[in-house]
């Protein structure tokens, strides 16, 4: 049977985005993990039960009064496997401890406000595990790529994701950051999948393949959200998703870390345990 052991170094550590070029990617590597698919998803199965135990924990200290948090943020080109990440690890742990938002096309009021509006209305409440479906980094993806504010607007808004962020650490809020990578030929690959089963034509939409002419204007996107948001508050991992039992594992190995350190019990009684089995028993 798999074991954590099947890790040479934690994910936490390994997938860290400190000097990554996105350039130089190899999207279909699994760093890190020295087994194969079978001994990644047999390992996945036995992770998943840990993580949703941490996340109970989590959940249940949210009940009595602490108040923190866990934002897993997960930016990604199309079809780098965003929906497979909230399905297959999020759906391990129970809805109810989590927040899920997802950001698209900004609606009419959105526009009315600061990028970071919409955002600020979907943060996790204590005791939950939030999860970004895109996130305020696409104020400086698809924004800059396709022009849709002027430069010196979006130049300034990497300081001010920084800020935010850190206001964000410091009222309790432990930041995972997952930028998540497939290589141009798995992407098309990914879409022809789309086109060719009934099931997936709901996830097709034309645009997808219009965007992939930009594919060098994203890269160097997110080079500059590594370069400029990667922080030691609120650091990135770099995610290859070729192989999406991989990126599965290691969000699952990322979010247990973040709990982890959290250093979680379980909340102690608020009554007296004994009186209570008492009361119990003779009633
Ligand atoms: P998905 O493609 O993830 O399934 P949607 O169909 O809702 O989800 O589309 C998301 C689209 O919204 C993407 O093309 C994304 O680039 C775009 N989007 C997200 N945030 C913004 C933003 N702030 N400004 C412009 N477009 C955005």
């Given at each position: 049977?798999?074991?954590?052991?099947?890790?040479?170094?934690p994910a936490s550590?390994?997938?860290?985005?400190?000097?990554?070029?996105?350039?130089?990617?190899?999207?279909?590597?699994?760093?890190?993990?020295?087994?194969?698919?079978?001994?990644?998803?047999?390992?996945?199965?036995?992770?998943?039960?840990?993580?949703?135990?941490?996340?109970?924990?989590?959940?249940?200290?949210?009940?009595?009064?602490?108040?923190?948090?866990?934002?897993?943020?997960?930016?990604?080109?199309?079809?780098?496997?965003?929906?497979g990440i909230v399905?297959?690890?999020?759906?391990?742990?129970?809805?109810?401890?989590?927040d899920h938002a997802?950001?698209?096309?900004?609606?009419?009021?959105?526009?009315?406000?600061?990028?970071?509006?919409?955002?600020?209305?979907?943060?996790?409440?204590?005791?939950?595990?939030?999860?970004?479906?895109?996130?305020?980094?696409?104020?400086?993806?698809?924004?800059?790529?396709?022009?849709?504010?002027?430069?010196?607007?979006?130049?300034?808004?990497?300081?001010?994701?920084?800020?935010?962020?850190?206001?964000?650490?410091?009222?309790?809020?432990?930041?995972?950051?997952?930028?998540?990578?497939?290589?141009?030929?798995?992407?098309?690959?990914?879409?022809?999948?789309?086109?060719?089963?009934?099931?997936?034509?709901?996830?097709?939409?034309?645009?997808?393949?219009?965007?992939?002419?930009?594919?060098?204007?994203?890269?160097?996107?997110?080079?500059?959200?590594?370069?400029?948001?990667?922080?030691?508050?609120?650091?990135?991992?770099?995610?290859?998703?070729?192989?999406?039992?991989?990126?599965?594992?290691?969000?699952?190995?990322?979010?247990?870390?973040?709990?982890?350190?959290?250093?979680?019990?379980?909340?102690?009684?608020?009554?007296?345990?004994?009186?209570?089995?008492?009361?119990?028993?003779?009633?």
């Amino acid at each position: 049977m798999a074991k954590a052991t099947s890790w040479s170094k934690p994910a936490s550590k390994v997938l860290r985005a400190d000097g990554v070029q996105v350039s130089d990617l190899n999207t279909s590597a699994t760093p890190g993990f020295k087994g194969d698919k079978r001994a990644g998803e047999a390992l996945l199965a036995e992770r998943s039960v840990v993580l949703s135990d941490l996340q109970e924990k989590l959940f249940a200290n949210g009940r009595t009064g602490d108040n923190r948090s866990v934002l897993l943020v997960l930016q990604g080109m199309d079809t780098a496997g965003k929906g497979g990440i909230v399905r297959h690890v999020i759906g391990s742990v129970d809805p109810q401890g989590v927040d899920h938002a997802s950001f698209g096309v900004p609606t009419a009021e959105e526009k009315k406000h600061h990028f970071l509006w919409r955002i600020r209305r979907q943060l996790p409440r204590p005791g939950h595990i939030g999860v970004f479906d895109r996130s305020h980094y696409e104020d400086v993806l698809v924004v800059r790529v396709h022009e849709l504010v002027a430069p010196e607007v979006w130049g300034k808004r990497y300081d001010e994701i920084n800020k935010f962020e850190r206001k964000l650490v410091d009222d309790g809020t432990t930041i995972v950051k997952v930028a998540m990578f497939v290589s141009l030929d798995e992407q098309k690959k990914r879409l022809m999948q789309r086109l060719e089963r009934p099931d997936k034509f709901w996830k097709f939409n034309p645009a997808d393949i219009d965007e992939r002419a930009y594919w060098p204007a994203y890269q160097e996107a997110y080079q500059a959200v590594l370069d400029r948001t990667n922080t030691e508050y609120a650091p990135w991992h770099v995610l290859p998703c070729d192989s999406k039992w991989y990126a599965r594992l290691a969000v699952t190995e990322l979010l247990i870390d973040a709990l982890h350190g959290l250093k979680l019990d379980w909340p102690p009684a608020d009554f007296d345990v004994e009186e209570q089995k008492k009361r119990l028993t003779k009633g």
